[in-house]
């Protein structure tokens, strides 16, 4: 008959998944999960350290949850980026087309957790926020409170206001954002919520600015970067 212990793993496995993704589903196997009861029972070193890391994952989990319920009560109303008055006809269509692709509910979904809580963030910095219809992502204009020209959480790009933007000088850039939404989506997966963030930052020491794995990726000129000689 299953302990205790034994029938708090499927938790364990559930805050393994949720806070640390496909990595998680591969910690949690029922095999691992034995061996490490089993270790936990015999070392207190590791019963200790055990409950650390689940703490930490108790917390990321409900930081993302936090994250969640901003996103589903503020982010749903965001109005829709209006193009400047003086666009044509036509880059004003285009501006407010929203786009139609399955990648954007599915980016929207597995990065709702981060977009939420850079929301939130925006919202206490009383940023200017509105949705950009074609790639479906929040832009959130405001002055300082991010790195570089504007940063991407999730779906949030935080950013400086850019009111006179028209769509051939905007869409450079949110194409370029989008394609981080996208490597925040599939790192999400991967490895969770810290995933991204981490990987990004750790490319970034090895390889700065336009050197930056990542950005090349998403697309130099589009992100601002001058493209270094030979690239
Ligand atoms: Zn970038």
Redesign the pocket.
Known sequence: MPDRAEERNWVEGLFRVLGTGLLGLWWSRPSAMRRRLARRRECTGCLHRYRRLMRLLIGLVWLQICGVVVLLGYGVQVPTCQPPVWSTAADAARYLTPGSSWVIPTRQVLTSGNSGLALAYSQMRRAEICRYAPTGNLIASMHGGFARGGT?FGQTFVTLPRPDYTYPEIEPVVR??AR?TDQWALFTVLGGPLAFPLSYSVDELFAPGPYNH??RN?GLAG?GYVLPEGM
């Open positions: 991407m370029h954002e981080h990542f950005e998403a992100g």
